[in-house]
């Protein structure tokens, strides 16, 4: 029963009260029958500053924007608080709900319990020993009381529908200073306690928990904590579930899992001699060979020793002759003592009268074996169950008629971020919508905060019923979205087959540039060896990928609507400061002119916004088709939620060779190398891949060979043609253990400011784990694998190894994931020609490196990449081109410099007619111009040389030569 | 962890006497249940009160959902707390899953405790072949559903229930305690509630006990109070209380307490 309004508000310090009346104020205009914590929250919200907004501001999730994110927070409270029914009879002060009461008898049991006041209400409490009315003298803080609703579980589905965690949001409120997202929701509770009882002993305090019990189930903690013991250290299993404990124990071991036991023994084998026990007694010989067996083992053991599981010793009771039994007994008491104490013994029993049987046949077993007995209480699969269980946030769902409504809101928060991102955007637009049309009444408390937040300011008092019939037709829409939005998701996104695992292109912009650095008089060691020797002596330039500063917020960002054109602006500014590097033509008679090119650069970064897709950043005609169906299909599936799957999956599958066809032509020197690729990666969609993609959907692969210009335009590809975006390519470089972002804004491992950055080995992989956590969908492309020194080189071998893709993060990790099932392909990219700085450990780095490739789903050989037919390819071409311009008697002399620029720039770009159209519309212009300027008609020799005094202008399109050539 | 496991379970020892007496609260109360109990010892006994970690009355921060996930786990507290408190001999009375508790702890540790006292116990709640526990899987998957989909109805229906009993003062004050628990933690523990079996263990008790049940108890049917009888493995006896309901200590105080005195040890 309801509590009245002056009861609650007596347990209230002034802040909450004020906060209580403005929710009996909410409640009461919405002429509803009770106050609930709901009531509290609206209120709270409605604040301009209040706890629970600061809170909130701090745990929200940074991928969307706060605005944004706020205002569904209000839309969402909006929607539950419409769902109360409204009581027919007028109340002055709705009384307080039962669980808001709770809630605050809740506070006060906390507020009781905290450091800072927790003597004096000590001392009150001894004053007036178990009266629990004492209670009512504490009186509720705001920070207590907005902690205590945040626990209602109708409080923490609202905020679980828009985006938030309540547990984050505790945490924000107890630490404001120090929030971080990835901070561990189980880290310890602050102590509480400042005063201890002094004269007890708090060793083995059982709050103290070890970090790596955190995945073993409570039954196998327990048998590890008895064979840590030095007497009676050999567990004897007994009850309904201690089979199942038991099996699952040793099956634990035997998978050599790590972790499930203490420290100190962790590695232990198993032996079974369980078999031999169950039949043994009827044949002794298969027990001497299996002692002997043991006997031996226990000589060589080099671990922390071994464990003999026995199994059910039922079998001894079954058996007719006690004396092979005894036999058994003592033979294994024997090698019980033996004096290194490497070895255990674990059996079980289903059941006490088993128990009792035994010990009246073999009295001595409990001794001779120092048994241990631990009662098993709980199976461990009910366990799992339990495990699954996932405290706050989203777990509490509503009753009765709105059960449908509210799985699918549920289920909205588990979009993937695609999905949600789309689904944020139309519920913004329908947002925008309504805000214009309602004239919300500004005075009306009744009315939620968001559609205060309209542009319209006018104060229109009439129009309240309308407004609130917008909300509802509003609330609807809104719902509807969500469902659309977790059905398209579910379908497409979520589903746990391996087809479904794939997201759709991703419509967000990435744009790849390059441009050619000039570095004074030395090589760069980021240059493949061959390319070095063939073409580079000492002293040469060589072309350098570039970062273009599109880093992983922006990217973020870019989500947001509205803010992609600025970015974009940015960059294309930021690259112009980045130009270098101008190439000088000089003739006989120096004239400078300047010769400009139609392509400038912000013209093809616009280009590139409108056409995302890595087809349409290609020429060719004939390929134009298939893009044309990938956009389709993104379309399709964002529009309407009725196309059918089967389809999408045809489409999809046939855009997919597509794709693939594209890449082989555009890296036409590879094409055996994306053939192989592009098998495993279907492949293991299907779950036949090699190692772990069968079991999570990653697939590894490693780039063997030379040609790094060609693994990063096949990572990139895959990334784009896997998941849809370029963007979801994440690169590092092991060797500079400097982070490097995504391929699209390629930081040159030896950019002078990233040297700075060298904070080590660790970060690498923290941040790896940082950018996998937020971009689940993603490839992975560590370069240089075989230069990572030992820390990554284990970290990574393990990854591969293992089934699950764990990086050191602690904490909150599977409830990131989860939600999506994850395809990363993860790859090392190795170059087997191995540079000479590594031949100190390079023994090492072999074994290391033939383990890890032992290890991944598929090997991809790479050919070197080849310069001398490419450069035949091109002088032919300039040639030809030559003898249109100005027949046989001009010739052109290019420097070797330039050539290698050239040379570098047909690797690296991307367009196939880039290198040929920059060839006529740049080489063959400035030449004519050239020609001219100087009057000569007949017998030129010009020399195309670099020039290092100038700052390049414009960069040709596709391709990182400069747009223009001097003349001089 | 410079706290105390004695601060956080908010133990305390009242009255005076050579006999200590340890009373455990049960599932969705805490020991302020014990409040009409405890006056009928305080003047005989060292009574030990606390609090189970999933109680309102504790910080809900204390609760590792890891943790507990067996029994085992609030045994381990309780042995630490009769540890702390360099109690060698008690005799322990226990409700519901504090029952359980006890027959754990006195599996392990024989020699701490000279008498068990169960109240409302139960091996095993759900049925099985040849064992009435009075649930069937299925309606336990209701209980647990209607706990997720609005707790505060399931502890309004819950509490008039469980009391038995018509005694509203019972019912709110159950209601009180239930509500003092986080919604989360209360269902986690009724999910490790309903996943224990002790059928297999009950053999190893050695400690004599005393099995107080009463004639109508929603949670444990008559016929397991002989069920333990029969299985514990030390010296046992049943007193039936002629009352309905799982909280005689709230609805039945003076009853419970004249039992109890009965079931002692002299």
Redesign the interface.
């Known amino acids: 029963m309801p509590t009245p309004v002056s009861v609650a508000r007596q347990c209230l310090a002034e802040a909450a009260a004020a906060v209580l009346d403005d929710a009996i104020t909410v409640a009461k205009r919405r002429s509803h029958a009770q106050t609930t914590s709901l009531h509290i929250v609206s209120a709270l919200l409605a604040l301009p500053s209040s706890t629970l907004r600061e809170a909130c501001t701090r745990s929200r999730s940074s991928a969307y924007s706060p605005r944004l994110q706020f205002r569904a927070l209000e839309l969402c409270v909006g929607v539950a608080l419409d769902r109360v029914s409204v009581s027919k009879s007028a109340v002055d002060e709705p009384p307080v709900?039962?669980?808001l009461?709770?809630a605050i008898?809740?506070s006060q049991?906390?507020q009781r319990?905290h450091p800072e006041t927790f003597h004096l209400y000590q001392l009150q409490l001894n004053s007036d020993?178990?009266n629990?009315s004492s209670m009512s003298a504490v009186k509720v803080e705001l920070k207590h009381f907005v902690m205590s609703i945040l626990?209602?579980?109708i409080v923490s589905r609202v905020l679980g529908d828009a985006g938030f965690r309540t547990q984050e949001i505790k945490m924000a409120i107890l630490n404001p200073l120090t929030m971080s997202r990835f901070s561990s929701t189980t880290s310890?509770?602050p102590?509480?306690?400042?005063?201890?009882?002094s004269d007890?002993?708090?060793n083995?305090?059982?709050?103290?928990?070890d970090a790596a019990?955190?995945k073993v189930?409570?039954?196998s903690r327990?048998i590890g904590d008895i064979l840590l013991k030095s007497r009676r250290r050999n567990p004897l299993l007994?009850?309904?579930?201690?089979s199942d404990a038991y099996r699952k124990f040793v099956d634990c071991l035997k998978r050599g899992e790590t972790g499930v036991l203490p420290k100190e023994i962790d590695g232990l084998s198993v032996v079974s001699i369980e078999h031999e026990i169950s039949e043994c007694i009827s044949s002794e010989e298969m027990m001497e060979v299996k002692f002997k067996q043991v006997v031996e083992m226990l000589q060589d053991c080099q671990g922390p020793g071994f464990i003999v599981n026995v199994g059910d010793l039922k079998a001894f009771l079954n058996v007719k002759s006690v004396d092979v039994v005894n036999s058994v007994v003592s033979k294994m008491k024997g090698l019980l003592i033996n004096p290194g104490g490497k070895l255990w013994l674990i059996g079980f029993?289903?059941?006490?009268?088993d128990?009792?049987k035994l010990i009246e046949r073999f009295p001595s077993i409990e001794m001779d074996w120092d048994l241990h007995?631990l009662?098993?209480?709980?199976?461990s699969i009910?366990?799992n169950?339990?495990?699954s269980?996932v405290?706050?946030g989203g777990?509490?769902?509503?009753?009765?008629e709105l059960e449908s409504l509210c799985t699918t809101a549920t289920k909205s928060s588990r979009l993937c971020n695609l999905c949600n991102e789309k689904y944020e955007q139309e519920v913004s637009d329908v947002l925008k919508g309504v805000s214009t049309n309602s004239v919300a009444d500004k005075q009306s408390v009744n009315l939620s905060s968001w559609l205060q937040i309209a542009e319209c300011e006018t104060s229109n008092r009439c129009l309240t019923v309308e407004a609130k019939e917008d909300q509802t037709i509003l609330d609807a829409r809104v719902t509807a979205l969500k469902r659309k939005w977790s059905d398209i998701c579910q379908r497409l996104h979520c589903s746990s087959t391996s087809q479904e695992d794939i997201t759709l292109p991703n419509p967000h912009t990435s744009f790849q540039n390059f441009h050619i650095q000039k570095e004074s008089a030395n090589v760069s060691p980021c240059m493949p060896s061959d390319f070095q020797t063939i073409y580079l002596p000492k002293q040469e330039i060589i072309p350098k990928p570039v970062v273009l500063s599109t880093s992983v917020d922006t990217q973020s960002e870019i989500r947001v609507q509205g803010l992609e054109l600025n970015d974009f602006q940015n960059s294309s500014a930021s690259q112009k400061k980045m130009m270098s590097l101008p190439i000088a033509c000089t003739s006989s008679p120096p004239v400078t002119t300047d010769l400009t090119l139609g392509t400038t650069l912000s013209d093809s970064a616009e280009e590139c916004r409108r056409k995302p897709n890595l087809q349409e950043h290609y020429n060719g005609i004939q390929h134009s088709e298939s893009s044309l169906s990938y956009d389709i299909l993104s379309h399709q599936v964002s529009q309407s939620s009725s196309c059918s799957y089967h389809r999408e999956k045809q489409m999809y599958t046939k855009d997919l060779e597509n794709s693939w066809n594209v890449l082989a032509e555009k890296v036409y020197w590879q094409v055996e190398a994306i053939q192989t690729i592009s098998q495993t990666v279907s492949h293991c969609r299907n779950g036949n891949g090699r190692y772990h993609c069968s079991n999570k959907g990653n697939v590894w692969l490693s780039f063997v060979g030379p040609d790094k210009v060609g693994k990063r335009k096949i990572a990139s590809a895959v990334a784009e043609i896997v998941f849809g975006g370029k963007e979801h390519l994440l690169s590092f470089d092991l060797s500079s253990q400097d982070v490097i972002s995504p391929f699209n804004s390629i930081i040159d491992c030896h950019d002078p400011k990233y040297h700075k950055m060298k904070s080590g080995r660790k970060m690498i992989v923290d941040y790896l784990a940082d950018e996998l956590t937020k971009h689940p969908h993603s490839v992975v492309l560590l370069e240089n694998v075989e230069k990572a020194d030992l820390l990554v080189r284990i970290v990574y071998l393990k990854q591969s190894k293992r089934v699950n893709f764990r990086f050191p993060w602690k904490g909150n990790q599977h409830q990131q994931q989860c939600f999506c099932p994850r395809i990363d392909c993860p790859k090392e990219d190795t170059d087997t020609v191995k540079s000479d700085d590594e031949n100190d450990d390079s023994d090492d780095s072999e074994v290391w490196l033939e383990e890890l490739l032992e290890h991944v789903d598929e090997n991809v050989a790479f050919k070197p990449f080849d310069f001398d037919s490419l450069t035949q390819k091109i002088l032919k071409k300039i040639d030809a081109r030559l003898k249109q311009v100005g027949g046989s008697t001009l010739l052109l002399e290019i420097d070797r410099e330039v050539m290698v620029q050239i040379l570098a720039a047909a690797w690296l770009t991307d367009g196939k007619n880039a290198l040929e159209d920059w060839i006529e519309q740049v080489l063959c212009l400035s030449m004519e111009e050239a020609r001219q300027s100087c009057n000569v008609t007949s017998d030129v020799v010009m020399k195309l040389v670099q020039y290092d005094g100038l700052v390049v202008e414009a960069q040709a399109s596709e391709l990182c030569l400069p747009a223009r050539i001097k003349v001089k | 962890?410079?706290?105390?496991?004695?601060?956080?379970l908010n133990v305390r020892v009242?009255g005076s006497g050579d006999r200590i007496l340890v009373l455990a609260h049960g599932f969705g109360t805490d020991q302020?249940a014990w409040?009409r109990i405890?006056p009928f010892f305080v003047r005989d006994h060292r009574v030990v009160l606390y609090d189970l970690v999933c109680a309102?009355?504790v910080?809900?921060?204390?609760f590792?959902?890891?943790?507990y996930?067996?029994?085992?786990?609030y045994v381990?507290?309780l042995l630490?707390i009769l540890?702390?408190l360099r109690i060698e001999r008690c005799t322990y009375v226990g409700h519901s899953i504090s029952a359980?508790i006890g027959i754990?702890a006195s599996?392990?540790r024989p020699e701490l405790f000279t008498k068990l006292v169960l109240i409302g116990a139960s091996p095993r709640f759900l049925n099985d072949k040849n064992y009435h526990g009075g649930f069937e899987q299925s309606e336990i998957e209701k209980v647990f559903s209607a706990m997720?989909?609005?707790?505060?109805?399931w502890?309004?229906g819950f509490a008039p229930l469980a009391v038995g009993a018509d005694v509203p003062e019972a019912v709110r004050e159950f209601?009180?305690t239930l509500?003092?628990m986080?919604?989360?933690?209360t269902?986690?523990v009724s999910?490790?509630v309903f996943?224990?079996?002790?059928?297999?263990?009950?053999?190893?008790v050695r400690v004599p006990c005393s099995i107080i049940q009463t004639a109508k108890d929603v949670s444990v049917p008559a016929s397991v109070a002989t069920y333990l009888k029969n299985?514990l493995?030390g010296r046992s006896t049943v007193h039936m209380l002629d009352i309905e309901g799982h909280l005689p200590h709230l609805s039945a105080p003076n009853l419970l307490a004249q039992e109890l005195r009965r079931a002692l040890p002299r």
């Open positions: 709900s039962n669980s009461m709770a008898k809740r049991a906390n319990r020993s178990l629990s626990d209602d579980p310890r509770p102590p509480l306690f400042l005063c201890s009882l007890l002993d708090l083995n305090f059982p709050f103290s928990e019990t955190e189930d409570e039954n327990r007994i009850g309904v579930y201690a029993l289903s059941g006490d009268g128990y009792k007995l009662p098993i209480t709980t199976s009910g366990e169950f339990m495990r269980f405290p706050f777990f509490f769902t509503m009753p009765s | 962890m410079g706290h105390s496991l004695l601060e956080a009242v302020s409040q405890l309102g009355s910080n809900p921060d204390y590792d959902f890891r943790r996930t067996t029994l085992d786990a381990d507290d630490y540890d702390a359980t754990l599996i392990r997720e989909a609005n707790y505060a109805a502890v309004n209601s009180r509500f003092n986080r919604p989360d933690i269902l986690f999910r490790t996943n224990i079996d002790l059928r297999g263990v009950l053999g190893l299985h493995g």
